[in-house]
């Protein structure tokens, strides 16, 4: 045990990781003893690993989710939403710097797709695809706040999970802007616009693609976006990497969930190998995620 804290603080875990290793000694010394010479990555016996990862998943409703629909927005939608009286594992990962870097992520996006659908709104309608979207949270939640009653504005949602999608349209019911969102099941790299977008968003999809397999799929959906239109990509950086270690090794360990972590400059690369040039990139509040804003070159 001794050892353990010993390691602990050489770690240099977080609060949450701490009070969720502080914890799992007391309900479980097995699993914590586990965890910790995994992320050491020292030798561990198939049958504790079988036992800690049937523990995480018979006690965390959000590790169930991650690994049960990997890649899919029921991960994030928890990140956003929180869950009530969370086990000890979810009130890790809702506490733990890079889940909350989620949702900063969300609020980011949203300050600053709203700016920019105000600057395109003063020359016009506005015509906004969000691939590979999920419920499309981000651009359902700047329509409600500030373009209910708009005339001039819409939306296509493009996800290949239908049930994302059909949760996407019960938001938009509820907060009444059914009419402003159109929802198209359909991987969006074979998707064919019948017309193309002054604003095509891309959350969380460059995250786990190297270099070149981004300016592939950056190049793919370059032909959806009108000339002088705009594109807004996210990818999550070395900091994340840096700060918090442990949520990133809890990811890889359950859902084997890699990333390929980008700084400002190899996204900006990305962007002009791929026809576009940059104009900006802004972060989450914890530094997290890099999102960046280009415009398509002819």
């Known amino acids: 045990m001794q050892d353990n804290e010993k390691d602990i603080k050489n770690f240099k875990f977080d609060k949450a990781a701490i009070e969720l290793l502080n914890t799992l000694e007391k309900e479980n010394p097995r699993v914590k ?14 049958e504790i690993e079988e036992e800690a ?16 629909y990997t890649g899919s927005s029921v991960f994030t939608e928890f990140l ?13 990962i809702l506490q733990c710097k890079a889940g909350k870097a989620v949702k900063s992520r969300l609020l980011a996006t949203e300050k600053k ?53 059909k949760r996407g349209k019960i938001m938009t019911k509820v907060q009444k802007i059914d009419h402003l969102v159109k929802f198209i099941q359909e991987n969006f790299l074979n ?78 690369l990305i962007y002009e190998k791929a026809g576009y040039k940059w104009k900006e990139g802004f972060r989450d509040s914890y530094g997290f995620h890099l999102i960046g804003v280009g415009t398509p070159i002819s």
Not at 33 to 46: A, D, G, H, Q, T
Not at 80 to 92: A, E, F, L, T
Not at 113 to 136: A, D, F, H, Q, W
Request: aromatic share 10%; charged share 20%.
């Open 33 to 46: 003893n586990f965890l910790i010479r995994k992320y050491k990555e020292l030798p561990v016996s198939p």
């Open 53 to 68: 990862y049937n523990y995480f998943l018979a006690n965390s409703v959000i590790i169930t989710a991650m690994t049960t």
């Open 191 to 268: 998707y064919n616009p019948s017309q193309k977008f002054d604003i095509l968003v891309l959350i969380g999809i460059l995250c786990p693609l190297d270099a070149e397999t981004s300016i592939t799929i950056l190049k793919t959906i370059k032909i959806f976006i009108k000339g002088g239109g705009c594109l807004i990509a996210s990818n999550v950086t070395k900091q994340m990497e840096k700060e918090d270690p442990f949520a990133y090794f809890i990811m890889k360990w359950m859902a084997d969930w890699k990333l390929v972590f980008k700084d400002e400059e190899e996204l900006k």
């Open 113 to 165: 797709l709203s700016k920019i659908i105000t600057e395109y709104r003063n020359k016009g309608n506005v015509l906004i695809g969000n691939m590979g979207s999920g419920p499309g949270r981000d651009v359902i939640n700047v329509l409600s706040a500030k373009y209910r009653n708009a005339s001039n504005i819409q939306s296509i949602h493009i996800d290949k999970d239908i049930n994302a999608l």
């Open 80 to 92: 956003y939403n929180g869950i009530p009286s969370p086990s000890p594992i979810d009130r890790y």
